[in-house]
């Protein structure tokens, strides 16, 4: 990991830790994994809100404002809300995608499930969805919740990632791997 992501992370960690232990305190951890849905679905879908939390051109409090107005209009539970305060008060917005994905580990962690990165040349079926999940829950021994995204440059198969194991089945991987094996013969 770079020192930058590193350094993403641990601060992203902090924050999900504290929020997380005030949710579950307040008996508030199904708030908080719908709150945790929501942002990451208008994360992915919003060019405005991924400007907003990477770019230095706004103020803290510009950024604390549209956070807040965002917090409201969303309904966010008011841990999260003021949490995102903070963090925009304190010019750490940019951890957002971060923060999303620590709390949902740290979420899924207390249900027991574990969150497998999926990535698949073209998107899956349901029923292929199913098989995957029903097959690494055999190996992880956890109920696995797939977190799919698609990469065309795959070609074919498909790259998994649960927890520090990954798996890479990729045409791309394979014929890189002769490739190099071609390489060395030659």
Known sequence: MS????????????????????????KGLQALEADVEALGSALSESADLRSLIA??????????????????KMQLSATLAKT?????????????????AA??????EEKGEVIAEVTVAAP????????LAATLKKTVGKTVNLNTTVDESLIGGLIVKV???????????RLSSLQNAMKEVG
């Open 103 to 108: 709390l949902r580990d740290l979420i899924a």
């Open 3 to 26: 020192e930058p992501a590193s350094i993403s992370a641990g601060i992203a960690g902090r924050y999900a830790t504290a929020v997380f232990e005030l949710a579950k305190e307040a």
């Open 84 to 100: 995102l305060g903070l963090m925009a008060t304190n010019r750490r917005l940019f951890v957002l995608p971060q923060l999303l």
């Open 163 to 173: 927890g520090s194991k990954m798996i890479d089945t990729s045409i791309r991987s």
């Open 55 to 72: 770019s230095p051109v706004y103020s803290r409090d510009e950024q604390a404002t549209a956070v807040a107005a965002i917090a409201k």
């Open 124 to 131: 899956l079926t349901k029923t292929q969805e199913t098989k």
